[in-house]
C-alpha cells in the first residue's frame, strides 16, 4: 500500500514537471517573471470549438470532414471551424503554454494536456439555452459540467493544492453570443416571436451573468470574455439579409453593439461586487470590422466571401470537399460564410492579447 502511494506521487510530479516543460512553446507574449499561467480553459461557440462537436450524432455543427483543417497540422479536419488554427489555440500559442488547445473530449486527450487546458466549447452553442438546444450543441451549462469532470479528474492527478492553483491562476476564454443574435433571434426568428431586441439581450445578459457567477464559484478569477462581433458583415448574413448588392445587415450590426454595451457595463459591475475577479471585456467587434470593411488595408483581395465554395452561403456540411475552393484563402477575410481564416484570426489575436494581457495580471 505504501509502494503504491510512493508511485502514485513519483506519477504526479512527472506529470507536473511534463505539464510545466515539455509542451510549452515560445510565446509571442512576455509575461512577467513573477506572473505564473499555468493553463487555459475556453467556453463558447464555433469561433473556439477546436472538436468538442465531433461525436455528437445529432448536430449539424461539425467540420470534421475536408476542406475544413487543410492548412492544420498537415492538413487533418479536427472540428476546427477554419482552414486552420482558430482564436483557442493561437492565444496559447501566444502566451506560449502549448501549440494548440485539445477540445475535452478529445477521445485521444492525454492527461497531460489536463495540466495547460482544454476546450468545452461547442459550435451552435449560446447564452441562450434555446440556441444549443436548436444545434444540438453542448450548452453553457453542459460546458459547465464538463468543467466539473475536468476539475476531480485534475485532483485526482496532481493533488488538491495543485489543482486549486491551477484553476485559481490559469486564463477562461468565453466566447458566446453570436448564435443567439445571427441564429435564433434574426435567422431563425424563434425569439422574435417573444421578445424585442432590448428585451432579448436583456435575457441573453441574465444568463451570461448566471455563467459568470458559476464560474467564479469553481475558482475561475481571470475571465476574458469577447464581446459579439459584426454579424451583420458576415458572407451569410450579407448573402441574407444585405438586400442584392449583398451590404453589411445593419439591424443585425446593431443589435450586437446593444448587446455588447449591456455586457461591457455587466462586467464592471461583476467585478465591483467580487473585487477580486479579473473578469475583462474583449472588443473584437470594432477590430474584425475594421479587417472587413477595408479589407485590402490588411492586404486582402476578398472581403464579402468566404473561400469555399461561392462564399456567400456555404458553411460545415455545405462546405465539403466536392465543392470548389478559392485559389489561395491568404487573400480571404472568411473561411466560409461564417467563420473567417486563419490568418485572420492571427491577425486579430496577437494585438488582442497584448492589449488587455495587463489587465488580468
Known sequence: MKLCCVWCLFVRCIIILLGGVLWKTEGVVKLPANVSVPAVFVFGDSIV???????????????????????????????????????????????????????????????????????????????????????????????????????????????EERANFIINNSFYIIVFGSNDISNTYFLSRIRQLQYDVPSYTNLLLQSASNFF???????????????????????????????????????????ARFFNAKLEDQI????????????????????????????????????????????IIEVVALCNRFVPLCPNDLEYVFWDSFHPTEIVYKTLISPIVSKYLSKFL
Not at 86 to 95: A, R, T, Y
Not at 213 to 233: D, H, M, Q, T
Not at 303 to 310: L, V
Open 49 to 159: 470549438d477546436t472538436g468538442n462537436n465531433n461525436d455528437i450524432l445529432l448536430t449539424t455543427a461539425k467540420c470534421n470532414f475536408p476542406p475544413y483543417g487543410k492548412d492544420f497540422m498537415g492538413g487533418k479536419a479536427t472540428g476546427r471551424f477554419s482552414n486552420g488554427k482558430v482564436p483557442s489555440d493561437l492565444i496559447v500559442e501566444d502566451l506560449g503554454i502549448k501549440e494548440f488547445l485539445p477540445a475535452y473530449l478529445d477521445p485521444n486527450l492525454k492527461s497531460s494536456d489536463l495540466l495547460t487546458g482544454v476546450n468545452f466549447a461547442s459550435g451552435g452553442a449560446g447564452y441562450d439555452s434555446l440556441t444549443s438546444q436548436t444545434a444540438s450543441a453542448i450548452s453553457i451549462s453542459g460546458q459547465v459540467d464538463l468543467f466539473k469532470e475536468y476539475i476531480g479528474k485534475l485532483k485526482g492527478l496532481v493533488g
Open 213 to 255: 457567477k458559476e464560474l467564479y464559484e469553481l475558482g475561475a478569477r481571470r475571465v476574458a470574455i469577447f464581446n459579439i462581433p459584426p454579424l451583420g458583415c458576415i458572407p451569410f448574413q450579407r448573402t441574407a439579409a444585405g438586400g442584392i448588392e449583398r451590404n453589411c445587415a445593419q439591424n443585425i450590426n446593431d443589435a
Open 268 to 311: 464592471d459591475s461583476f467585478n465591483q461586487q467580487f473585487p477580486d475577479a479579473r473578469n475583462v471585456y474583449i472588443d473584437v467587434y470594432t477590430p474584425l470590422l475594421d479587417i472587413i470593411l477595408n479589407y485590402q488595408k490588411y492586404g486582402f483581395k476578398v472581403g464579402n466571401r468566404g473561400c469555399c465554395g461561392s462564399g
